[in-house]
């Protein structure tokens, strides 16, 4: 079992930024791939961000790339999103996901793909 705690949401004027964590309990994070979702109003969740259990591999929605950055602390048990350059579209609520990889290279993009999530934490951006 994992639980997972979003915190770092808030309100930003565009083309501001803003930090998103993660904290996650258990004693095997490494071998976790974690992810980063966001759901707008009446809006489909979507994924965002993706990071490999060992951290060395990333993925991004094409509408983020170049502006957030996505990094975790194993020895934090932490993931992040870091978010620049924030347009009013990004505004949305934004979840954490985790889950068990026994290859530590992998990521994964899809929702289905994950089995625990946070409660989330939200991002408004005003124009």
């Known amino acids: 079992q994992v639980q997972l705690v979003e915190s770092g949401g808030g309100l930003v004027q565009a083309g501001g930024s803003l930090r998103l964590s993660c904290a996650a309990s258990?004693?095997?994070?490494?071998?976790?791939?974690l992810g980063w979702f966001r759901q707008a109003p009446e809006k489909e969740r979507e994924f965002v961000a993706a990071?490999?259990?060992?951290?060395?591999?990333?993925y991004y929605e094409d509408s983020v790339k170049g502006r957030f950055t996505v990094y975790r602390d194993n020895a934090k048990n932490t993931v992040y999103l870091q978010m620049n350059s924030l347009k009013p579209e990004d505004t949305a609520v934004y979840y954490c996901?985790?889950?068990?990889?026994?290859?530590?290279?992998?990521?994964?993009?899809?929702?289905?793909?994950?089995?625990?999530w946070g409660q989330g934490t939200q991002v408004t951006v005003s124009s």
């Open positions: 996901a985790a889950r068990y990889s026994s290859n530590t290279y992998y990521y994964f993009a899809r929702r289905t793909e994950y089995n625990y």
């Open positions: 258990g004693r095997t994070f490494s071998s976790y791939a």
């Open positions: 990071i490999s259990g060992n951290g060395d591999r990333t």
